[in-house]
Nanobody, 121 residues
Framework: QVQLVESGGGLVQPGGSLRLSCAAS????????MGWYRQAPGKEREFVAA???????NYADSVKGRFTISRDNANNTVYLQMNSLKPEDTAVYYC???????????????WGKGTLVTVSP
């Protein structure tokens, strides 16, 4: 069984910063791409950022220059440093990871339960 557990959400003022963490645990052979998505109230879930096993990163246009994704491969953990936060960044942030549980199996997408980020004066 694989689990993704996010942490680091909370209430922050506009212009502030937060750092989200997501740790993968359980029966893991290897972790491929890891990333973050978010879902604002009344809206669909949207892509935020992703990071391959190497150094290749991808960001949504709305967060480029403000958010930075990084990972600790040794601990199967991905981070999202969020700076210059805006009220429109308010959402539940979900961690996503493509994980192989055996050497012969294909990668499977797993999701965390989410962590709430609220940007408000």
């Amino acid at each position: 069984q694989v689990q993704l557990v996010e942490s680091g959400g909370g209430l922050v003022q506009p212009g502030g910063s937060l750092r989200l963490s997501c740790a993968a645990s359980g029966t893991i052979f290897s972790v491929n791409a890891m990333g973050w998505y978010r879902q604002a109230p009344g809206k669909e879930r949207e892509f935020v950022a992703a990071l391959s096993t190497g150094v290749s990163t991808n960001y949504a246009d709305s967060v480029k220059g403000r958010f930075t994704i990084s990972r600790d491969n040794a601990n199967n953990t991905v981070y999202l440093q969020m700076n210059s936060l805006k009220p429109e960044d308010t959402a539940v942030y979900y961690c996503n990871a493509n994980i192989r549980v055996t050497w012969y199996g294909a990668g499977i997408n797993y999701w965390g339960k989410g962590t709430l980020v609220t940007v408000s004066p």
